[in-house]
């Protein structure tokens, strides 16, 4: 009879992100960009079609934005982008040019599709 030999590998598990922390980010990241203002509610409404309540709560740091909403979010903000990646733990792998390869990329890709 063999005797079982297995030892147990120790993993560091990553910190697991709440949705509370997830929305306080967002708060600050959109805050950074375009404020809190009335004009701000309104100008993020336009960009992803959600309510003024949501984006209010957004702006609170209530409650985060959706997926469909995140991704809409990222393509207009630098700073959201930059909280996603912290977020997900890869912040350190792209460094600042390459946020500008990544605008002209959305840049044109909406030249692209507008045809």
Same mark, same amino acid.
């Given at each position: 009879?063999? $005797?079982? &030999?297995? +030892?147990? !590998?120790?993993?560091? /598990? ?10 306080? #980010? ?11 203002? $009335?004009? &701000?509610? +309104?100008? !993020?409404?336009?960009? /992803? ?10 702006? #609170? ?21 930059? /909280? ?32």
């Amino acid at each position: 009879m063999l $005797r079982e &030999a297995r +030892k147990k !590998l120790r993993t560091e /598990t990553p910190k697991n992100l709440t949705a509370h922390e997830y929305a306080i #980010a967002i708060e600050v990241a959109l805050k950074q960009e375009i404020g809190a203002s $009335r004009h &701000a509610v +309104k100008t !993020l409404c336009k960009l /992803t079609n959600a309510s003024e309540r949501t984006v209010q709560n957004w702006l #609170a740091g209530v409650r985060g934005p959706s997926a469909v909403h995140l991704i809409l979010l990222a393509q207009n903000f630098s700073s959201v982008r930059s /909280t996603i990646m912290f977020l997900s733990g890869q912040e350190g792998r792209y460094s600042v040019g390459s946020e500008i390869i990544v605008d002209l990329l959305f840049e044109a890709i909406a030249l692209l599709t507008q045809q």
